[in-house]
């Protein structure tokens, strides 16, 4: 097959199966059949004389000579998109379109609930929502595999856009019946008492512990455990106290016997911000799920 004669839909195939890491899943984004879809992997498979992908587990993971050519292809067929793509807008309720979110687990417990709600009247859109390593977002960004990003305040490149969402104000919980239930929670009270540290890394200090450094202070930690509802079960059978966001905090208390205890003075608000490859900006369906999220952020602000 003659390089001046390749089918940019060809490109196109390549591409959704890179980005969905599925023959399926790439079939049902191009509404396509998955015959269709594997027949156009063998064309492409024939004209790079290379298998492209390679199937491990449920996935198909791109060979060294695909991720070399998505980084050369992607950038021309991005400015083919968008100036197709700026004469259609993007109709949810008829378009069938799966976003990849990368949430971690206390935001998607603050805004999967209220986004999908907002998605309720258009069946055929999906959310997939996952776990990435922070030094792995934008890399995903970039390859098209993520659609939105949603964390706190990154450093980043400047081909990754991103805008603040909302802010989360840092409160701290504890069981019912505790003896610091019901009073002021003064700095010398804080920092008397026993914490629990939630983080994904296996060392080093939190958000609040940074603040509390940069004070000349430092807290007990007795317990450093990945989840937050993990530290919240543990904080209703023991005396120690969790500082987390409040958002999350208010319904971990409702479902537990816990309550919440406003924070000592100097702890810092969380900063939540919704990130996106600059790429893809002007892609009708991102800009409208960005707008599903403005909404759900707005929402959360007005106590909902």
Not at 58 to 65: E, G
Request: charge should be neutral.
């Amino acid at each position: 097959m003659a390089s001046n004669r390749l089918d940019l839909n060809l490109l196109h195939v390549f591409d959704t199966i890179y980005r969905e890491g599925s023959l399926t899943r790439a079939a049902r984004a191009l509404n396509l059949t998955q015959p269709a879809v594997s027949h156009s992997l063998a064309r492409l498979r024939d004209h790079f004389d290379d298998p492209l992908f390679s199937r491990q587990g449920n996935r198909m993971v791109p060979t060294p000579l695909a991720r070399r050519f998505v980084e050369s292809m992607r950038p021309g067929l991005n400015q083919i998109h968008s100036a197709v793509n700026q004469f259609h807008a993007f109709d949810p309720s008829s378009h069938r379109k799966t976003f990849a979110l990368a949430l971690r687990d206390v935001l998607e417990s603050t805004f999967l609930p209220q986004l999908v709600t907002r998605l309720n009247d258009y069946p055929e859109i999906e959310i997939n929502s996952q776990r990435v390593a922070r030094r792995d977002m934008e890399s995903l960004l970039a390859a098209g595999r993520l659609d939105f990003a949603v964390d706190v305040l990154l450093p980043i490149s400047d081909q990754t856009a991103h805008e603040q969402l909302r802010k989360d104000r840092r409160v701290v919980i504890a069981r019912k019946g505790h003896p610091l239930e019901g009073q002021d929670l003064t700095m010398d009270k804080y920092l008397s008492a026993k914490h629990i540290l939630v983080s994904s890394r296996n060392e080093g200090p939190g958000i609040e512990d940074f603040e509390l450094s940069r004070m000349g202070l430092q807290r007990q930690i007795r317990l450093r455990c990945q989840h937050y509802y993990a530290a919240c079960q543990v904080v209703e059978g023991s005396d120690l106290l969790l500082t987390m966001p409040e958002g999350y905090a208010r319904q971990m208390t409702a479902r537990s016997d816990t309550c919440i205890l406003n924070p000592p003075e100097g702890l810092p608000d969380v900063d939540i911000h919704l990130y996106w490859h600059q790429a893809y900006e002007k892609e009708p369906a991102l800009l409208w799920l960005r707008e599903q999220f403005h909404a759900v952020a707005t929402d959360y602000q007005g106590g909902a």
